[in-house]
């Protein structure tokens, strides 16, 4: 499968979080603006499938006054090479797989399928591996939530939590994540692939790196669950003032703050089980 790179032009008034959220849901990765002008916007966004008329199609039903700039294509090698890098974190040191060398043992070594989060040394994703960095409890488990290409996972289980369990929405990421255990030889990371904690009763360690209106949302139960710690990530600067009267309302009490480009993250533990 090859991945296309596809770029729009569309006014600023139409240029909204209802575009974005779409694109998303429709299985775009990597959106971002290109140039900003008083009478333009045009983004770019990637696709991983082998026919983009059906979706593009879709795309201006949504959106009529939206235009196709250019469209590229690349191999998944190519693609790999272009957005898969190396990153190290504290003890945690990662690398794309198509570096692997012989007899090197140090790395936890990603692939790429679909392209999950997790690939691209996203802040968020830094903000919670330093979190997980100085972890000095023995846990016996943990959530990962919103896991992507399980990064964080995989982190969790190099610090010998007993059992991970890695949920994410998106089943092409829970191919990822199985991917990525499999090449690290890990089994100690369990993947559901679902939208909620419901079905988890109680845990150690919470970690969720996702959206603001991820934690805003009660259906999944992401803050009502069980758990007695939380590493929490995923949220801009500017909405700092609403995330913390959301970690007030479900009872976690801050213990570590962080800022990183813009981007928030908090470790803290949890009052009222």
């Known amino acids: ?35 900003i002008s008083p009478n333009y916007v045009i983004f770019q966004c990637e696709l991983f499938i082998r026919d983009t008329k059906e979706i593009i199609d879709r795309f201006k039903k949504n959106f009529p006054t939206i235009e196709l700039v250019s469209e590229k294509e ?12 190396k990153l190290e974190v504290g003890k945690f040191k990662f690398k794309p797989i198509f570096e692997k060398q012989e007899n090197e043992e ?30 000095e409890k023995n846990y016996e488990t943990a959530v990962d939530f919103g896991a992507g290409n399980g990064i964080l996972s995989l982190a ?16 092409n990421y829970c191919l990822e994540i199985r991917q990525n255990c499999k090449i690290n030889k890990i089994s100690n990371i369990f993947i559901l692939n679902g939208n909620s904690m419901k079905i988890v009763k109680e845990v150690d360690l919470l970690v ?23 590493i929490l990530s995923g949220v801009k600067i500017e909405n700092k003032d609403e995330f913390l009267e959301i970690i007030k309302t479900n009872q976690i009490e801050i213990k570590e703050f962080a800022e990183k480009e ?9 009052t009222l089980s």
């Open 106 to 135: 140090r790395f936890i070594y990603l692939d790429t399928l679909f392209g999950a989060f997790g690939i691209d040394n996203h802040p968020t994703t830094i903000i919670c591996l330093e979190f997980i960095d100085r972890i």
């Open 208 to 230: 969720s790196n996702v959206p603001l209106s991820a934690f805003k949302d009660k259906n999944n139960s992401i803050l009502q669950s069980k758990f007695k710690e939380c």
């Open 1 to 35: 499968m090859n991945v296309k790179i596809l770029r729009f032009k569309i006014e600023p008034y139409f240029f909204t979080k209802k575009l974005i959220s779409f694109f998303i849901l429709e299985g775009s990765k990597n959106l971002e603006i290109i140039e």
């Open 74 to 85: 690349l191999s998944m090698e190519e693609w790999k090479r272009l957005r898969l890098s």
């Open 156 to 171: 969790l289980s190099m610090i010998n939590i007993k059992k991970i369990i890695a949920i994410d929405i998106f089943f």
């Open 262 to 270: 813009g981007w928030l993250g908090i470790k803290g533990v949890k």
